[in-house]
């Protein structure tokens, strides 16, 4: 029973205070609103992509050509 105690080692860290819920007013809402649309289209796009065949071709690829002559 070897006298430990809790003076050596790492320091426990300190509580952080907790954060005060903002209030927002209407801007705030309608920003997160739109955001939440942006990422549930993207979501439903990432899920339509998901099933089809081949990979999604927006024309920005151009011509492919071999490096075989």
Known sequence: ???QSRDGGKA???KAPK????ELDDEDKAFLEKQ??????????AASAAGKKGPLNTGAQGIKKSGKK
């Open 1 to 3: 029973m070897g006298g």
């Open 12 to 14: 426990k860290p300190l």
């Open 19 to 22: 954060k005060q819920k903002a």
């Open 36 to 45: 939440r649309a942006a990422e549930k289209a993207k979501k439903e796009l």
